[in-house]
Protein backbone atom coordinates (compact mmCIF):
# COMPACT_ATOMS: atom_id res chain seq x y z
CA UNK A 1 0.00 0.00 0.00
CA UNK A 2 2.71 2.26 -0.73
CA UNK A 3 1.54 3.71 -4.62
CA UNK A 4 2.89 6.61 -5.04
CA UNK A 5 1.37 9.58 -7.90
CA UNK A 6 2.71 11.85 -10.32
CA UNK A 7 1.03 14.57 -11.88
CA UNK A 8 1.65 17.38 -14.72
CA UNK A 9 1.89 20.09 -12.04
CA UNK A 10 4.27 20.33 -9.18
CA UNK A 11 1.91 22.09 -6.70
CA UNK A 12 1.68 20.41 -3.50
CA UNK A 13 -1.67 22.62 -3.09
CA UNK A 14 -4.14 20.39 -1.69
CA UNK A 15 -2.07 18.08 0.36
CA UNK A 16 -4.98 16.41 2.17
CA UNK A 17 -2.55 17.30 5.51
CA UNK A 18 -4.41 18.65 8.54
CA UNK A 19 -2.85 22.02 8.44
CA UNK A 20 -3.73 22.20 4.46
CA UNK A 21 -6.95 20.91 4.41
CA UNK A 22 -8.46 23.62 7.13
CA UNK A 23 -8.91 26.25 4.22
CA UNK A 24 -9.86 24.13 1.51
CA UNK A 25 -12.70 21.44 1.14
CA UNK A 26 -13.02 19.09 -2.21
CA UNK A 27 -16.43 17.54 -2.64
CA UNK A 28 -16.60 14.01 -3.90
CA UNK A 29 -19.01 11.47 -5.12
CA UNK A 30 -17.79 8.12 -4.97
CA UNK A 31 -18.87 5.21 -7.69
CA UNK A 32 -17.90 1.49 -7.33
CA UNK A 33 -19.96 -1.19 -7.52
CA UNK A 34 -18.82 -2.85 -4.21
CA UNK A 35 -20.44 -1.69 -0.91
CA UNK A 36 -18.51 -2.62 1.14
CA UNK A 37 -14.91 -0.47 -0.89
CA UNK A 38 -17.08 2.73 -0.83
CA UNK A 39 -17.23 2.03 2.74
CA UNK A 40 -13.44 1.55 3.26
CA UNK A 41 -12.82 4.61 0.81
CA UNK A 42 -15.28 6.85 3.10
CA UNK A 43 -13.34 6.01 6.13
CA UNK A 44 -10.17 6.57 4.98
CA UNK A 45 -10.78 9.61 3.34
CA UNK A 46 -14.47 11.39 4.35
CA UNK A 47 -12.94 12.77 8.04
CA UNK A 48 -13.68 16.45 6.57
CA UNK A 49 -12.23 18.21 9.38
CA UNK A 50 -8.73 16.02 8.95
CA UNK A 51 -8.80 15.59 4.95
CA UNK A 52 -10.51 18.17 3.66
CA UNK A 53 -12.68 16.21 1.63
CA UNK A 54 -16.40 15.72 2.04
CA UNK A 55 -18.11 12.48 0.72
CA UNK A 56 -21.63 13.98 -0.63
CA UNK A 57 -22.89 10.84 -2.91
CA UNK A 58 -22.07 6.88 -3.75
CA UNK A 59 -23.33 5.00 -6.74
CA UNK A 60 -22.83 1.81 -7.43
CA UNK A 61 -23.76 1.23 -11.00
CA UNK A 62 -23.77 3.83 -13.89
CA UNK A 63 -27.87 5.03 -13.60
CA UNK A 64 -26.83 5.74 -10.44
CA UNK A 65 -23.92 7.59 -10.81
CA UNK A 66 -25.16 9.50 -13.45
CA UNK A 67 -27.67 10.44 -11.08
CA UNK A 68 -25.98 11.26 -7.93
CA UNK A 69 -23.05 13.79 -10.02
CA UNK A 70 -25.84 15.42 -11.56
CA UNK A 71 -27.47 16.11 -8.35
CA UNK A 72 -24.89 16.61 -6.35
CA UNK A 73 -22.56 18.18 -8.82
CA UNK A 74 -18.92 17.23 -6.38
CA UNK A 75 -15.55 18.93 -7.66
CA UNK A 76 -14.45 15.60 -7.84
CA UNK A 77 -15.57 11.82 -8.54
CA UNK A 78 -13.80 8.50 -7.81
CA UNK A 79 -14.45 6.53 -10.75
CA UNK A 80 -14.18 2.88 -11.36
CA UNK A 81 -13.46 1.27 -14.34
CA UNK A 82 -16.19 -1.50 -14.46
CA UNK A 83 -19.19 -0.75 -13.74
CA UNK A 84 -22.75 -2.88 -13.80
CA UNK A 85 -24.43 -0.61 -16.81
CA UNK A 86 -21.55 0.00 -19.30
CA UNK A 87 -18.47 1.11 -16.84
CA UNK A 88 -17.00 4.30 -16.39
CA UNK A 89 -16.54 4.87 -19.72
CA UNK A 90 -20.53 5.19 -19.74
CA UNK A 91 -20.30 7.67 -17.02
CA UNK A 92 -17.96 9.96 -18.41
CA UNK A 93 -20.03 10.10 -21.53
CA UNK A 94 -22.87 11.13 -19.99
CA UNK A 95 -21.60 13.10 -18.16
CA UNK A 96 -19.42 14.99 -20.55
CA UNK A 97 -21.15 18.48 -20.21
CA UNK A 98 -20.69 18.74 -16.42
CA UNK A 99 -17.02 17.90 -17.55
CA UNK A 100 -17.46 21.12 -20.13
CA UNK A 101 -19.30 23.47 -17.87
CA UNK A 102 -17.54 26.34 -18.14
CA UNK A 103 -17.88 27.19 -13.94
CA UNK A 104 -17.34 24.24 -11.57
CA UNK A 105 -16.60 21.48 -14.14
CA UNK A 106 -16.63 18.43 -12.48
CA UNK A 107 -13.52 16.16 -13.13
CA UNK A 108 -13.03 12.58 -12.62
CA UNK A 109 -10.02 10.46 -11.08
CA UNK A 110 -10.27 6.59 -12.16
CA UNK A 111 -9.57 4.73 -9.24
CA UNK A 112 -9.61 0.87 -10.25
CA UNK A 113 -7.98 -2.18 -9.06
CA UNK A 114 -7.82 -3.03 -12.94
CA UNK A 115 -3.88 -1.44 -14.13
CA UNK A 116 -4.84 -3.02 -17.68
CA UNK A 117 -3.67 -0.50 -20.31
CA UNK A 118 -6.63 -0.45 -22.20
CA UNK A 119 -9.04 0.93 -19.15
CA UNK A 120 -6.61 3.42 -18.74
CA UNK A 121 -6.71 4.79 -22.21
CA UNK A 122 -10.29 4.45 -22.61
CA UNK A 123 -11.23 6.11 -19.34
CA UNK A 124 -8.58 9.08 -20.16
CA UNK A 125 -10.21 9.28 -23.66
CA UNK A 126 -13.15 9.58 -22.19
CA UNK A 127 -12.00 12.52 -20.00
CA UNK A 128 -11.24 11.53 -16.58
CA UNK A 129 -8.30 13.86 -15.34
CA UNK A 130 -6.43 10.82 -14.07
CA UNK A 131 -6.00 7.17 -13.23
CA UNK A 132 -4.82 5.60 -10.08
CA UNK A 133 -5.08 1.88 -8.44
CA UNK A 134 -6.75 0.46 -5.50
CA UNK A 135 -3.13 0.03 -4.14
CA UNK A 136 -3.04 3.66 -3.33
CA UNK A 137 -2.64 4.85 0.05
CA UNK A 138 -5.27 6.74 1.55
CA UNK A 139 -2.91 10.24 2.12
CA UNK A 140 -2.08 9.68 -1.63
CA UNK A 141 -5.78 9.21 -2.60
CA UNK A 142 -6.28 12.80 -0.78
CA UNK A 143 -3.40 14.30 -2.69
CA UNK A 144 -4.90 12.94 -5.80
CA UNK A 145 -8.40 14.53 -5.20
CA UNK A 146 -6.88 18.01 -5.13
CA UNK A 147 -5.13 18.31 -7.74
CA UNK A 148 -7.30 16.68 -10.01
CA UNK A 149 -9.69 19.34 -8.48
CA UNK A 150 -6.40 22.05 -9.53
CA UNK A 151 -6.99 20.81 -12.78
CA UNK A 152 -3.87 18.56 -12.71
CA UNK A 153 -3.43 15.23 -14.48
CA UNK A 154 -2.81 12.83 -12.31
CA UNK A 155 -1.34 9.09 -12.49
CA UNK A 156 0.42 6.13 -10.96
CA UNK A 157 3.84 6.02 -12.62
CA UNK A 158 3.09 3.02 -14.55
CA UNK A 159 -0.11 4.07 -15.96
CA UNK A 160 1.43 7.02 -16.42
CA UNK A 161 3.81 5.48 -18.81
CA UNK A 162 0.66 3.87 -20.85
CA UNK A 163 -1.01 7.02 -21.42
CA UNK A 164 2.35 8.21 -22.79
CA UNK A 165 2.85 5.42 -25.33
CA UNK A 166 -0.41 5.37 -26.31
CA UNK A 167 -0.43 8.85 -27.16
CA UNK A 168 2.82 9.31 -28.43
CA UNK A 169 3.17 5.93 -30.83
CA UNK A 170 2.87 6.97 -34.61
CA UNK A 171 1.33 3.20 -34.19
CA UNK A 172 -1.36 4.17 -32.18
CA UNK A 173 -4.86 3.11 -33.47
CA UNK A 174 -6.78 6.15 -34.30
CA UNK A 175 -9.97 6.94 -32.58
CA UNK A 176 -12.92 4.92 -33.53
CA UNK A 177 -15.87 6.93 -33.25
CA UNK A 178 -18.47 3.75 -33.88
CA UNK A 179 -16.51 1.81 -31.54
CA UNK A 180 -16.60 4.30 -28.46
CA UNK A 181 -20.15 4.22 -29.24
CA UNK A 182 -20.31 0.49 -27.62
CA UNK A 183 -20.62 0.48 -23.88
CA UNK A 184 -17.84 -2.24 -21.78
CA UNK A 185 -20.23 -5.35 -21.83
CA UNK A 186 -21.52 -4.66 -25.47
CA UNK A 187 -17.85 -4.68 -26.64
CA UNK A 188 -17.13 -8.40 -24.87
CA UNK A 189 -20.97 -8.91 -26.26
CA UNK A 190 -19.45 -8.40 -29.89
CA UNK A 191 -16.16 -9.93 -29.82
CA UNK A 192 -17.68 -13.24 -28.15
CA UNK A 193 -20.18 -13.30 -30.86
CA UNK A 194 -17.55 -12.38 -33.89
CA UNK A 195 -16.09 -15.66 -32.52
CA UNK A 196 -18.72 -17.61 -33.10
CA UNK A 197 -20.45 -18.29 -29.55
CA UNK A 198 -24.39 -18.90 -29.16
CA UNK A 199 -26.03 -16.81 -26.73
CA UNK A 200 -26.27 -19.44 -24.09
CA UNK A 201 -22.13 -19.88 -24.37
CA UNK A 202 -21.81 -15.73 -24.29
CA UNK A 203 -24.27 -16.21 -21.25
CA UNK A 204 -22.43 -18.32 -19.12
CA UNK A 205 -19.24 -16.99 -19.83
CA UNK A 206 -20.34 -13.25 -18.99
CA UNK A 207 -22.37 -14.28 -15.47
CA UNK A 208 -25.82 -12.70 -17.49
CA UNK A 209 -28.62 -14.39 -18.75
CA UNK A 210 -29.62 -14.83 -22.29
CA UNK A 211 -32.21 -12.14 -22.41
CA UNK A 212 -29.28 -9.81 -21.54
CA UNK A 213 -27.09 -11.07 -24.18
CA UNK A 214 -29.86 -11.03 -26.44
CA UNK A 215 -30.41 -7.18 -25.28
CA UNK A 216 -26.57 -6.49 -25.77
CA UNK A 217 -26.63 -8.05 -29.22
CA UNK A 218 -29.30 -6.05 -29.98
CA UNK A 219 -28.27 -2.82 -28.86
CA UNK A 220 -24.72 -2.68 -30.58
CA UNK A 221 -26.69 -3.94 -33.89
CA UNK A 222 -28.80 -0.55 -33.49
CA UNK A 223 -25.24 1.67 -32.53
CA UNK A 224 -23.50 0.25 -36.06
CA UNK A 225 -26.50 0.17 -38.15
CA UNK A 226 -26.45 -3.21 -38.84
CA UNK A 227 -28.99 -5.66 -39.84
CA UNK A 228 -27.28 -9.10 -38.36
CA UNK A 229 -24.71 -11.00 -36.66
CA UNK A 230 -23.47 -12.14 -39.94
CA UNK A 231 -22.96 -8.52 -40.38
CA UNK A 232 -21.56 -7.92 -36.58
CA UNK A 233 -19.04 -10.59 -37.21
CA UNK A 234 -17.65 -8.80 -40.84
CA UNK A 235 -17.46 -5.57 -38.71
CA UNK A 236 -15.55 -6.89 -35.88
CA UNK A 237 -12.97 -8.75 -38.16
CA UNK A 238 -12.24 -6.00 -40.52
CA UNK A 239 -11.50 -4.01 -37.46
CA UNK A 240 -9.11 -6.88 -35.35
CA UNK A 241 -11.69 -7.01 -32.92
CA UNK A 242 -11.85 -10.84 -32.95
Not at 191 to 218: C, D, M, P, W
Request: charged fraction near 25%; proline fraction near 3%.
Amino acid sequence: MTEETTTGSGSDAGSGSDSGSESRRVRVVLVDDHRMFRTGVQAEIGDTARTGVEVVGEAADVDQAVTVITATRPEVVLLDVHLPGGGGVEVLRRCAPLMSAAEHPVRFLALSVSDAAEDVIGVIRGGARGYVTKTITGTDLVKSIFRVQDGDAVFSPRLAGFVLDAFASTDAPPLDEDLDRLTQREREVLRLIARGYAYKEIAKQLFISVKTVESHVSAVLRKLQLSNRHELTRWATARRLV
